[in-house]
């Protein structure tokens, strides 16, 4: 006969108990389990000596002290949103139960990649990095006069003869911020701080981008970033709009971390009570010939299954 997994799993726990204190056999309500057993002959621990009642007053607290715990964090969950109160253990985004101001969000762009040029190129020869050049002052040209197409146009064109600058990456990266394409201008910014993790306008364009999608905290982090390797006023004023809304989403998940920590604290406590209720006879296992621990899993299996 196979044991359940749940039932394995409240047997494995109780182990762990005996092992900690095997005097719980001569607990009073198991008296008639103990005198079973040492009918068959087994070896019992000696039993422990009698507390005082002074002793047992002073446990009593502890155990009240523990309930106390745990009733703390359920005060601290009363604050939360109204989403947070119909399921407290729910792990679902942050932004689905806290007030976040997404004015500004656009829908994400579903383009295929762009041309990126090929990174392992061993050497760029000079003809291509000055033709290079001048399609680059050629894009930001176009860009400036509004010709946002052409000049996506003329900066790949750029990315082709160098693809290893990576200012041209982030021009590029810009150009798509214009056209409201985030996922292509955080392409372009991921291939550009891959060559120059130092380029504070990788940054900048990156942490806008994710703006645009509504990720706060990727745009927090990155504008932090790019201000703090080349201080940018328009990157600082994008990240003093982008970190409310990051902060929130901050604070709700370590909220969301304590609960999910209360929640396996809970789990094992009611393991280990379960464990006393129904597995001390897994101690059994150790003293007793094998065909009568079989006859105590009989007993468990009718009783509890």
């Known amino acids: 006969m196979k044991f359940k997994a749940d039932q394995l799993a409240l047997l494995k726990d109780f182990v762990n108990i005996m092992k900690l204190s095997p ?51 359920k005060k601290e969950t009363t604050t939360s949103t109204k989403s947070t109160e119909k399921d407290p253990e729910s792990d679902e985004s942050a932004e689905s139960d806290i007030e976040i101001d997404n004015e500004g969000v ?85 291939r550009a701080v891959e060559l120059n993790p130092d380029s504070a306008h990788s940054y900048k364009w990156r942490g806008r981008a994710y703006m645009l999608l509504g990720e706060w905290e990727k745009a927090k982090s990155d504008l932090a970033t790019a201000c703090k390797i080349d201080w940018d006023d328009q990157a600082n004023e994008w990240l003093k709009a982008a ?39 897994v101690l059994m296992h150790a003293v007793l010939p094998c065909n009568i621990f079989i006859a105590l899993e009989l007993t468990f299996l009718l009783l509890w299954s």
């Open 243 to 281: 970190a409310p809304n990051a902060l929130k989403i901050e604070a709700h998940k370590r909220k969301q971390e304590r609960k999910r920590e209360e929640k396996e604290i809970k789990e094992r406590r009611k393991r280990v009570e379960a464990a006393k209720k129904v597995g001390y006879f």
């Open 106 to 190: 656009v829908e994400p762009d579903t383009d295929e990649p762009q041309p990126m040029g090929d990174i392992n190129v061993e050497e760029v020869s000079e003809d291509d990095m000055t033709e290079a050049s001048e399609k680059r002052s050629a894009g930001v040209m176009a860009m400036s006069e509004g010709e946002l197409d052409k000049a996506i146009t003329l900066l790949t064109e750029a990315v082709l003869k160098n693809p290893r600058s990576a200012p041209t990456y982030a021009k590029r990266a810009s150009c798509y911020i214009r056209m409201s394409k985030p996922n292509a201008a955080i392409r372009d910014c991921n």
């Open 23 to 73: 005097a719980e056999i001569h607990n009073p309500n198991l008296k008639f389990f103990k005198d079973w057993i040492e009918s068959f002959g087994g070896n019992l621990p000696p039993p422990p000596e009698e507390p005082s009642s002074e002793t047992e007053d002073e446990k009593e607290p502890k155990v009240e002290d523990m309930e106390e715990e745990n009733e703390e964090p």
